[in-house]
C-alpha cells in the first residue's frame, strides 16, 4: 500500500455460509432518460423479495421503475450488516425456435445494470440524493468507455481475468454511498485497518464460473471522506466521488497501482484518460495523492469515534435532544463558550437536535452568555419563548418558553441564611425569577454579573425589606472554595434540616434550594409536558446538580472536570470543559 493513498480493497465474493443479513429497502426517485451510448442501461428498481450473494444482496427482477435504494446498518460489525437488496433481474428464456435477425442482434446487446446505494445511517440530505441521482447517469457512461478502453488497448500489468466484457449478456455494478463511520467498520472486517478511507473497491467476478452475467463487484463511497478531500483539492463534492467511481471501477477491471511503480504508472494514465474522456473535473486520485504528498498535506485520516467539525451532516442524529449545563461544562473555566463549542451546537441544531440548557443559572444570564456566541434568541438555544430548566429545577419553561413550574424556598430559611450573611460578613444573593438581591455590596457579589453574567444585584438594605413582596427560589453564599467546603457546608447541611437542601455546581458558592427539587426533576417535568421520553435524551454535565439529569437521560456524559458523583452515575465520562468537552461530546456520542 503506498502511504501516499488512500486504500482500496480486493476481495472475493462472500462463501455461500455468510451470517451477513440482507434487508430490501427502496426510495423512488423521478424517472429519467439515459442517453449515454447505444446500449441499453438498466437501472435500479424496487425489489420484493431477496437472496444473499455479497455485501449487497441481490434478487431477481424485470426492470421497470427506477428508484435509488438505501442500505440498513448496525453498530455490531459489517459482517452482521443488514445492507440493502439492490437490484433483481430475470435471464431471457431460451427459445428452441431459430431468432430472427433482429431478435439474434437484439439478444447481443449488453446490458448494463447500475445500482446507486444510500448507506441507511445517511440523513435525508437533498445535496446526497442530488448526487446518488447524477451518478445514476454518470456510472453507466464510465462504465462504457472503460470497457471500450479495455478492447482498444493492451496492458502490461491489468490483471485480464475480465478480458472479453462483451461475451456476458449483462454487467451488473452497485455503489454504496455511506459515511466514515460505515466504511471504517467495512475497513477494519475486511482489511483489519482500523481507519476510514475514500473508497473500497470489493469485486464479485468468479472466471472458473461462466456465468452470462459478469457481477463486476461494489464500489462502496464515503461522501464524508469525498467532502474533505473536494475541499483540499479545490472542487465540488460530486467531482471527488466521480474521480472515485473510475479509481474504483479501474480496479474492478483488473488494475492495481500498489503492484509496482509501472502499475500505477499504467492506472493513472487510464485514471486521465477516462476522466478527460467523460468531460469530468480532476486529475484522478493516484495524481491527486502524489500532489498531496508534495505538497505536505496528506490526507489524514481519523481512527477514533470522534466526527469532525463539519461532519455531522453524513450522520442521523441518535437523540432528539441534548440537555446541557452551564457552568463547569458549557461553559469554560472563564465562564466562556469557546467557539469550537458554539460551533458544535450551531451544526447540531441546523441537523434537527433541540439542545435544552439545564442550569442553576437564571434565563436572562443565559441568554446574555449565549448572545456573545450567536446562540440566542429565536434561531438559538434560548430565548424567552424557548424550554428550559433554570435556577437548578426551580423555574421550567415549556412551550413558547412559557412557565410551567416554580417552586420557592421556605422563608424561614431565606431569614436565617440573611441574617447569618449579615452576622458573619459572607456575601449572599437572593435568586428572585430574573432578579438577583443581596443586603450589602461585596466584590464576590460584583463577580456574579461579572464574570457568571447574572443580572446586577439590588442591593436591599435589611431583611425584612428584601423578603418583602417577593418569592425568593433559592439562595447562594460566595466565599473561597477552602471556606464553603470546611465552614458553610457542614452547617447548612445540618441547619436546614428538613427544610431544604445544599447544593454545589462550583466549588466557591454553596447554594441552598427547597427539598426535593433539582435540576433532574426539572428535567422530567419538562419532558413530560414535551412529550419525550428519556430514551431520546442525552445529558451533559459535570456537577452533583447535575447526577439525576445524568442518570435520567439515555446517554448520560460527565465531563472530566465533573464530581466524582457525577462521574458514577454518567454513562461516560467526556473530556473537560476546557477542552470542549460540550463539543467532542456532541461530535462523540450524538450522531
Known amino acids: 500500500m503506498l502511504s501516499r493513498l488512500s486504500p482500496l480493497l480486493r476481495t472475493s465474493p462472500l462463501p455461500p455460509s455468510s451470517s451477513m ?12 432518460t439515459v442517453a449515454t451510448s447505444s446500449l441499453p442501461i438498466s437501472h435500479v428498481v424496487k425489489s420484493a423479495s431477496w437472496h444473499s450473494s455479497s455485501i449487497f444482496g441481490r434478487t431477481k427482477f424485470n426492470y421497470r421503475s427506477l428508484s435509488i435504494a438505501r442500505g440498513l446498518g448496525n453498530a455490531n460489525g459489517i459482517g452482521k450488516m443488514e445492507i440493502v437488496a439492490v437490484s433483481r433481474r430475470e435471464y431471457r428464456k431460451v ?41 445514476r447517469l454518470n456510472v453507466p457512461m464510465a462504465m462504457k468507455l472503460a470497457f471500450d478502453g479495455l478492447s482498444n488497448s493492451t496492458y502490461q500489468t491489468r490483471d485480464t481475468s475480465i478480458s472479453d466484457v462483451g461475451s456476458f449478456e449483462s454487467v451488473e455494478l452497485s455503489v454504496l454511498l455511506c459515511n466514515d463511520g460505515f466504511i471504517r467498520k467495512l475497513n477494519r472486517e475486511w482489511r483489519d485497518e482500523d481507519h476510514a478511507t475514500d473508497v473500497l473497491s470489493m469485486s464479485q467476478h468468479i472466471p472458473e464460473l461462466k456465468l452470462p452475467i459478469l457481477m463486476l463487484g461494489d464500489i462502496v463511497i464515503s461522501i464524508e471522506t469525498a467532502a474533505r478531500q473536494a475541499e483540499e483539492r479545490g472542487h465540488t463534492i460530486l467531482d471527488e466521488i466521480r474521480i472515485l467511481v473510475v479509481h474504483g471501477l479501474l480496479h474492478l477491471l483488473g488494475f492495481d497501482h500498489e503492484l509496482s511503480d509501472e502499475a500505477e504508472e499504467e492506472m493513472e494514465k487510464e485514471e486521465k484518460l477516462l476522466l478527460k474522456s467523460l468531460g469530468w473535473q480532476g486529475k484522478g486520485l493516484i495524481q491527486s495523492a502524489h500532489d498531496a504528498e508534495t505538497n505536505g498535506s496528506p490526507h489524514l485520516d481519523y481512527a477514533d469515534d470522534r466526527k469532525r467539525e463539519g461532519s455531522l451532516r453524513f450522520y442521523k442524529p441518535k437523540f432528539s435532544y441534548i440537555f446541557c449545563d452551564m457552568d463547569g461544562t458549557l461553559l469554560n473555566s472563564k465562564s466562556q463558550i469557546s ?6 451546537l450551531k451544526e447540531a441544531t441546523s441537523r434537527g437536535v433541540k439542545v435544552v440548557i439545564s442550569t ?21 438555544i434560548a430565548s424567552e419563548f424557548s424550554p428550559g430548566v433554570f435556577v437548578q429545577g426551580l423555574l421550567v419553561y415549556g412551550r413558547q418558553g412559557r412557565e410551567i413550574f416554580r417552586r420557592n424556598l421556605d ?47 439590588d442591593i436591599i438594605p435589611s431583611v425584612e425589606q428584601l423578603l418583602a413582596g417577593v418569592d425568593i427560589q433559592k439562595v447562594i453564599f460566595l466565599d473561597t472554595a477552602e471556606g464553603v467546603s470546611t465552614t458553610l457546608r457542614p452547617y447548612w447541611a445540618e441547619a436546614t434540616g428538613d427544610h431544604a437542601s445544599v447544593v454545589q455546581a462550583v466549588p466557591d458558592m454553596l447554594e441552598i434550594v427547597p427539598s426535593g427539587t433539582s435540576k433532574g426533576s426539572g428535567v422530567r417535568m419538562l419532558l413530560d409536558h414535551l412529550g419525550v421520553t428519556p430514551k431520546e435524551v442525552m445529558a451533559i454535565g459535570d456537577g452533583e446538580n447535575d447526577v439525576e439529569m445524568l442518570d435520567l437521560a439515555s446517554l448520560g456524559v460527565a465531563l472530566s472536570n465533573g464530581s466524582e458523583k457525577a462521574k458514577a452515575v454518567a454513562n461516560v465520562i467526556g473530556i473537560s470543559n476546557d477542552e470542549d468537552g460540550v463539543a467532542d461530546a456532541i461530535y462523540r456520542y450524538a450522531f
Do not use: W
Not at 443479513?21 to 429519467?32: C, D, E, F, G, Q
Not at 442553576?360 to 438559538?380: E, H, Q
Open 21 to 32: 443479513a440482507v434487508r430490501v429497502i427502496t426510495r423512488a426517485l423521478p424517472s429519467s
Open 95 to 135: 427459445r428452441s425456435r431459430r431468432p430472427s435477425a433482429a431478435r439474434k442482434s437484439k439478444e447481443k446487446e449488453l446490458e448494463l445494470s447500475v445500482k446507486i446505494c444510500i448507506e441507511e445511517q445517511l440523513p435525508e440530505d437533498p445535496e446526497i440524493l442530488d448526487i446518488a441521482e447524477m451518478l
Open 339 to 344: 467557539l469550537s463549542t458554539a460551533k458544535a
Open 360 to 380: 442553576g443559572k437564571t434565563r436572562p444570564a443565559v441568554i446574555n452568555i449565549l448572545k456573545m456566541v450567536d446562540l440566542a434568541g429565536k434561531d438559538g
Open 411 to 457: 422563608p424561614n430559611v431565606c431569614r436565617e441564611a440573611l441574617l447569618y450573611s449579615l452576622k458573619h460578613k459572607v456575601p449572599l444573593i437572593a435568586f428572585s425569577e430574573d432578579r438577583c438581591l443581596t443586603l450589602f455590596e461585596h466584590p464576590l457579589v460584583d463577580s456574579l454579573h461579572t464574570v457568571y453574567h447574572e443580572p446586577k444585584a
